[in-house]
């Protein structure tokens, strides 16, 4: 049985102090209401987020300029909130919406840029262990391993957080598990079936818990990404392909051939996934990645020259795979193709860490460049992936271990 209902979020009981700036114009008419003090600026001005051992930085992309440096206790995740604006902050007790203070309106054939103080905000998702976060198509899904409670939210709603707080539909699940969850364009909700102890596949249900299709052929069930409108969800040996209201197994060609990170793009079908053939290892150090086709439900393997972690995964902006590797190279794989094309010297050479929550270099891609985190030397470095090449180095005060952003 799965339960769904609405609430207003909790606040968080993190220290929720903000950080001062530059003075800044008085607001447009155009501005959201809620930012009195929001500046108009004449192009998209990116900001990176990153953690550190005790809290989030944000940081200008162009300059590095630390914006904001909030101490936040215990292990910090960041998370997309959907809205080009916002990220979601896991931490004890559920995810704070942190306002990286830089977004565009789009009104079609233009936009209005504009900047404001970024700020960790009072709105908090309660979760007992905070999971995955999925914004697809106007929502924002969020999934609680402990207890097995979906909340979803319209992350335009975070514009106006001095107003109002957005409207949470939740649903409750029978078994609490490491899940996740997403809504589609049409109020239906796919979320992944299991329990503590096995994950076997996943549901779709209508808005009010209606089966509309259901598969229990992917053990181990994680991740998720989409091509388009297709979603794609990761098993130990292989993947599953939602189209609608069709789910396709595509088998991996190992019996046991786990793919639980993906990387997925809105205008490509190809997705981009890790490859794990080793069931017993503690720490598996793969050297391949998988490619899949959501048009036909194929599955391709690409070699690689290093292997890479469940950080390393990315898409350009026109759909090109990345994978940045452990020998310090961004390698860049034609997804059509399933080749490898060239790679990208960006760090010295660097080993994955046996405990996932250690620091490692992980790469980020906000527009048309991508960021790489080097831990080891306290630095975030720029490519511009349309020369391939590091174009500027940013120094940071602590060692950098998740990294996200907004393209402003």
Same mark, same amino acid.
Request: include cysteine; hydrophobic fraction near 40%; proline fraction near 6%.
């Given at each position: 049985?799965?339960?769904?209902?609405?609430?207003?979020?909790?606040?968080?009981?993190?220290?929720?102090?903000?950080?001062?700036?530059?003075?800044?114009?008085?607001?447009?008419?155009?501005?959201?209401? *809620?930012? %009195?003090?929001?500046?108009? /600026?004449?192009?998209?001005?990116?900001?990176?987020?990153?953690?550190?051992?005790?809290?989030?930085?944000?940081?200008?992309?162009?300059?590095?300029?630390?914006?904001?440096?909030?101490?936040?206790?215990?292990?910090? $995740?960041?998370?997309?909130?959907?809205?080009?604006?916002?990220?979601?902050?896991?931490?004890?007790?559920? =995810?704070? !919406?942190?306002?990286?203070?830089?977004?565009?309106?789009?009104?079609?054939?233009?936009?209005?840029?504009?900047?404001?103080?970024?700020?960790?905000?009072? @709105?908090?998702?309660?979760?007992?262990?905070?999971?995955?976060?999925?914004?697809?198509?106007? $929502?924002?899904?969020?999934?609680?391993?402990?207890?097995?409670?979906?909340?979803?939210?319209?992350?335009?709603?975070?514009?106006?957080?001095? &107003?109002?707080?957005?409207?949470?539909?939740?649903?409750?699940?029978?078994?609490?598990?490491?899940?996740?969850?997403?809504?589609?364009?049409?109020?239906?909700?796919?979320?992944?079936? #299991?329990?503590?102890?096995?994950?076997?596949?996943?549901?779709?249900?209508?808005?009010?818990?209606?089966?509309?299709? !259901?598969?229990?052929?992917?053990?181990?069930?994680?991740?998720? !990404?989409?091509?388009?409108?297709? %979603?794609?969800?990761?098993?130990?040996?292989?993947?599953?392909?939602?189209?609608?209201?069709?789910?396709?197994?595509?088998?991996?060609?190992?019996?046991?051939?786990?793919?639980?990170?993906?990387?997925?793009?809105?205008?490509?079908?190809?997705?981009?996934?890790?490859?794990?053939?080793?069931?017993?290892?503690?720490? &598996?150090?793969?050297?391949?990645?998988?490619?899949?086709?959501?048009?036909?439900?194929? =599955?391709?393997?690409?070699?690689?020259?290093?292997?890479? *972690?469940?950080? *390393?995964?990315? $898409?350009?902006?026109?759909?090109?795979?990345? /994978? =940045?590797?452990?020998?310090?190279?961004?390698?860049?794989?034609?997804?059509?193709?399933?080749?490898?094309?060239?790679?990208?010297?960006?760090?010295?050479?660097?080993?994955?860490?046996?405990?996932?929550?250690?620091?490692?270099?992980?790469?980020?891609?906000? #527009?048309? @460049?991508?960021?790489?985190?080097?831990?080891?030397?306290?630095?975030?470095?720029?490519?511009?992936?349309?020369?391939?090449?590091? /174009?500027?180095?940013?120094? /940071?005060?602590?060692?950098?271990?998740?990294?996200?952003?907004?393209?402003?």
């Amino acid at each position: 049985m799965l339960i769904k209902s609405s609430a207003l979020a909790l606040l968080s009981t993190l220290a929720l102090a903000g950080c001062g700036a530059e003075e800044s114009a008085p607001r447009s008419a155009d501005a959201p209401s *809620s930012d %009195a003090a929001a500046t108009e /600026v004449q192009t998209p001005q990116p900001r990176l987020a990153m953690t550190y051992d005790g809290g989030v930085a944000v940081l200008d992309a162009a300059t590095g300029e630390v914006l904001l440096d909030e101490k936040v206790d215990g292990f910090v $995740r960041l998370n997309p909130a959907g809205d080009d604006r916002h990220l979601l902050v896991s931490a004890a007790g559920g =995810l704070t !919406a942190l306002d990286l203070g830089s977004w565009t309106d789009d009104h079609g054939d233009h936009g209005h840029s504009w900047t404001t103080d970024p700020r960790l905000t009072d @709105f908090t998702i309660s979760a007992e262990e905070p999971g995955h976060v999925v914004p697809h198509h106007g $929502r924002t899904t969020v999934f609680d391993d402990g207890t097995g409670v979906i909340t979803a939210f319209d992350p335009a709603d975070l514009a106006e957080l001095d &107003e109002a707080e957005p409207s949470l539909d939740t649903w409750t699940l029978d078994q609490a598990h490491h899940g996740v969850a997403v809504q589609d364009g049409h109020g239906n909700l796919i979320h992944t079936v #299991g329990t503590s102890e096995a994950r076997s596949g996943i549901r779709m249900i209508t808005a009010a818990g209606n089966e509309l299709a !259901a598969s229990d052929e992917c053990p181990g069930v994680h991740g998720e !990404a989409f091509a388009g409108d297709v %979603a794609l969800f990761g098993c130990e040996d292989g993947v599953l392909v939602v189209d609608g209201r069709r789910i396709t197994k595509v088998d991996s060609p190992d019996a046991y051939g786990r793919i639980g990170n993906q990387a997925g793009h809105e205008s490509s079908p190809y997705v981009l996934g890790d490859y794990k053939v080793d069931a017993d290892a503690e720490l &598996e150090r793969p050297t391949r990645v998988s490619v899949i086709d959501t048009r036909n439900a194929s =599955l391709r393997l690409v070699d690689l020259p290093s292997s890479y *972690s469940f950080r *390393s995964l990315g $898409r350009t902006p026109d759909g090109e795979a990345l /994978v =940045l590797g452990t020998n310090g190279s961004v390698h860049v794989i034609d997804p059509a193709e399933a080749v490898l094309t060239t790679s990208i010297p960006v760090t010295k050479a660097w080993q994955e860490p046996t405990d996932w929550h250690e620091p490692r270099p992980t790469l980020q891609v906000i #527009g048309g @460049f991508a960021y790489v985190t080097e831990p080891a030397t306290k630095q975030i470095h720029v490519i511009d992936l349309a020369d391939r090449k590091v /174009v500027r180095s940013i120094d /940071v005060a602590h060692a950098p271990n998740e990294l996200s952003g907004v393209s402003g």
